[in-house]
């Protein structure tokens, strides 16, 4: 189960509409599948149909996490225009097995979809995704 | 020329486990090449047939991206540090 929170949620989702019409690609970094920081970073393809993380922006992200103290534990990207599941090339190119690859649909603009999957070994499996508030949200009175 | 090179999570079962290794070269493709003697077997994931670089593997001089260093001509100096990521590419 991979953990985020809202605020984290919609960062990744303002990202995907910001890119859209093209894919957007974030690393999330965190420690025991918990997210805690969200690193937006630029689709050196810049494409609908593709992406790879620019390499500079990569490397920069990954040792910031490293000095941190923080694992990768997701890779995200967006899908404009299919479903919020793991491509052949998203399994082709799937090159770090210990992190969720989480895909965002947009097909549907107006409802975004978030799924999450580890992809090892040419194995595509879904790991659930727990998006709550870092604080308990205060119950209304009634 | 001694080079530490970082070896990322997947070829690490390259170098029984090993994080960080050295190797020796006074270019990028040396230095490689040599990896390759110390650790059987880590080339073929890093080099097309050609011998160019894979376009999914990235190679970084001092954190610089080698492909605006020369690519696998780069020129090394004692000291400096080589990490090697896999591209996070989909699509």
């Known amino acids: 189960m991979l953990a985020i929170d809202r605020d984290q949620h919609g960062a990744l989702v303002a990202h995907a509409r910001a890119e859209y019409h093209n894919e957007a690609c974030a690393l999330l970094a965190g420690r025991d599948d918990a997210v805690e920081r969200v690193y937006p970073l630029p689709n050196a393809e810049a494409s609908p149909t593709f992406y790879v993380v620019e390499p500079r922006a990569q490397l920069r992200a990954m040792t910031e996490m490293d000095d941190l103290g923080l694992d990768l534990v997701g890779i995200f990207h967006s899908h404009v225009a299919t479903e919020a599941y793991p491509s052949r090339t998203d399994v082709e190119l799937a090159a770090y097995p210990d992190a969720a690859y989480l895909i965002l649909s947009l097909a549907d603009r107006d409802v975004p979809v978030l799924r999450a999957f580890r992809i090892r070994d040419g194995q595509v499996e879904e790991e659930p995704v727990q998006v709550a508030g870092r604080h308990p949200t205060p119950s209304r009175r009634p | ?91």
Do not use: C, W
């Not at chain 2, 050295?22 to 990028?28: F, P």
């Not at chain 2, 690519?71 to 090394?76: P, Q």
């Open chain 2, 1 to 91: 020329m001694a080079v530490e090179v970082r070896i990322p999570t997947i070829l690490r079962k390259h170098t029984g486990g090993s994080k960080a290794v050295t190797a020796e070269g006074d270019t990028v493709r040396d230095l490689l090449g040599d990896l390759d003697r110390r650790y059987p077997g880590i080339a073929g994931q890093l080099f097309n047939e050609d011998g160019s670089l894979h376009r999914f593997v990235n190679v970084y001089v001092n954190d610089e991206d080698v492909r605006f260093l020369g690519a696998l001509d780069a020129k090394l100096d004692d000291g400096d540090v080589v990490a090697i990521l896999p591209a996070v590419a989909g699509g």
